[in-house]
């Protein structure tokens, strides 16, 4: 049975009242009523219950698109290729202690790391979008039957509905942050979350990612290190780098039915020892490669001078969308460009994950 859930309700009432400002001509700005038409149509979209994720390029225009961008990252291509960087560590899944956090938790501790890891701009953009959190933001537990990714945004409201699967672990804290960087950064730029959908978006939720683990680690540091640890564990090196690199390959030719990397995979796993791959495949979340390696740029350099970071990270949120080489381009002048601090973030992120699975 399709769950069907909160949003459906505000789906139609938006709907109708976009109908409203349609129909009434209410909107006489032409780029705004353009909007006002994409609005529409994605909500109608949704009301017919038609998938949500739209990618306009063909599955092989998309495949070499990311083949393309990961070329130009060298040292990258050779690490994709060369299959004995991964290590059993790399295929194993990792049991995280559950963790209940009430509603109430979530959203104050999530309103706390904005309030604390970033500057008057963001924050006030963020609570835009929090003060909103009684209707626009659900929690559900990631086993609910037919469940669906349904966040979205109106262009014409300014408004975005999140929705956070709930894993009941404290990656729930982590996801509830990561999504509200989307509603901000929305607040931002809208273009920013339209135009460069893939896989740029999601460099900026990233980054909320690595500082959110910092943060909670904080935050929680006396009593409940471990279990945050452990989470820590699982997005810096389960998902990370070079796993998530190699998985989006592997989906990626797995569509295509290209079965290069997936055969090279299967055989590197077989020698670490793993039987179960495909299912430890369908537990990893696939993080698009550039996106992680871009956050962790903008990790370091928020590490470095926060009051730049935030800077550069407003202004990466503004750039202008044409295409994907320049978008790439102006993210190096960004001063952006992947170098030695993704490598060196990953190998401190490993030798982490080592200790703390020796303590377990
Ligand atoms: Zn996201």
């Excluded at 225009?61 to 990961?70: D, N, P, S």
């Amino acid at each position: 049975m399709v769950h069907f859930n909160w949003t459906i309700d505000q789906i139609r009432d938006r709907y109708s009242y976009l109908c409203h400002l349609y129909s009434e001509n209410k909107i006489n700005n032409e780029e705004q009523r353009q909007k006002l038409i994409e609005d529409l149509a994605l909500l109608k979209s949704m009301l017919e219950d038609k998938c949500l994720e739209c990618h306009d390029a063909s599955l092989l225009e998309r495949y070499h698109g990311k083949t393309e961008q990961l070329e130009d990252i060298d040292y990258l291509w050779g690490e994709i290729r060369d299959f004995s960087i991964c290590t059993k560590e790399d295929f194993a899944t990792v049991p995280i202690k559950t963790c209940s956090l009430s509603r109430k938790d979530l959203l104050d501790l999530t309103h706390d790391f904005y309030k604390h890891c970033f500057d008057h701009f963001f924050f006030g953009n963020f609570m835009k979008s929090f003060y909103r959190r009684r209707d626009h933001i659900l929690f559900e537990p990631a086993n609910t039957p037919g469940l669906k990714e349904e966040s979205f945004s109106i262009n014409t409201t300014k408004e975005s509905f999140l929705k956070v699967k709930r894993e009941f672990t404290y990656d729930d804290l982590i996801t509830t942050a990561h999504e509200y960087m989307h509603a901000t950064s929305f607040l931002i730029n809208a273009e920013h979350f339209l135009y460069s959908k893939e896989p740029y978006s999601e460099i900026d939720s990233t980054l909320v990612e690595l500082l959110a683990c910092d943060y909670f680690e904080g935050v929680f540091k006396d009593h409940k290190m471990d279990a945050l640890k452990v989470a820590l564990h699982k997005k810096f090196c389960d998902d990370a780098h070079n796993m998530s690199h190699l998985m989006s390959l592997y989906e990626v030719e797995s569509e295509l039915g290209c079965f290069k990397c997936n055969r090279d995979l299967r055989r590197r796993a077989t020698e670490c020892g793993i039987t179960n791959l495909d299912s430890v495949l369908d537990d990893t979340p696939i993080v698009p490669t550039l996106d992680y390696i871009f956050a962790i740029e903008f990790y370091y350099l928020y590490k470095g001078n926060r009051e730049k970071a935030l800077n550069t990270l407003k202004k990466f949120i503004m750039m202008e969308y044409e295409d994907d080489v320049r978008y790439t381009r102006e993210l190096g002048n960004l001063g952006l460009f992947p170098n030695a601090n993704s490598r060196e973030l990953h190998k401190e992120r490993v030798m982490l994950s080592r200790t703390l699975k020796k303590r377990q």
